[in-house]
């Protein structure tokens, strides 16, 4: 992104969004597949997007139900800024969970992801976002998956914040993560962006 060197009077040509808040927990209905779980989160965003500060990619600790069996809490802060010169290419966040199988091997868990919320809520936002699992589109491939307890995987799961990249991608959905977030803008209304909501702007 070319970065312009302002002078007096001069105006940012870029406003800053600034992420905070925790994946909070992953939530299955009749208990995890599998044992050890732990999540891996991509930031996503536009050709215009720049992170100032915070991690691009982070992972959480291994992490097991306790007296709720249907529940893995990991309380995985999330904190970024990002600039860009556009809201094009909103910011998404790409979770990949993994987890031990019945023979002890790491695998698949699921795939999700969320947007970032618009900035000025003024609290923190829970998101629900269900987790899906890819499968193999032909039986003998399936029934090996099966038997082996070893899901495929995506090479790139960055590619599910474009949706023209994953058409037709066989899934099934199973659990849900537990995502807060809270965002605040600054910079936005010199250019004349306006969310519909109440911005922080440095005057």
């Known amino acids: 992104m070319l970065e312009l060197q302002l002078t007096s009077g001069e105006s940012e040509s870029f406003f800053h969004l ?35 500060s915070g991690l691009r990619s982070a992972v959480t600790q291994s992490a097991r139900t306790e007296s709720d069996y249907r529940t893995v809490v990991f309380n995985m802060p999330v904190e970024f800024t990002m600039k860009s010169i556009n809201p094009h290419g909103w910011p998404q966040i790409v979770f990949s969970l993994y987890g031990a199988n019945i023979w002890n091997v790491e695998t698949n868990r699921g795939y999700a992801r969320v947007h970032c919320p618009l ?85």
């Not at 925790?22 to 989160?41: I, K, T, V």
């Open 18 to 52: 600034t992420v905070t808040g925790q994946l909070e927990s992953a939530h299955f209905p009749m208990g995890p597949d599998g044992g050890g779980l732990f999540c891996r989160y991509d930031i996503v965003a536009g050709p215009d997007w720049e992170l100032v």
């Open 119 to 203: 900035s000025g809520t003024g609290s923190e936002r829970t998101l629900r976002a269900p987790l899906f699992i890819p499968k193999y589109s032909n039986l003998c491939s399936a029934a090996m998956s099966w038997l082996s307890g070893v899901n495929p995987e995506l090479r790139d799961p960055k590619i599910l914040a474009d949706g023209s990249k994953h058409k037709g991608l066989a899934c099934e959905t199973y659990g849900e993560l537990v995502v807060r977030l809270q965002a605040i803008s600054r910079g936005s209304s010199r250019m004349a962006l306006d969310w519909g909501q109440t911005a922080v702007d440095d005057r």
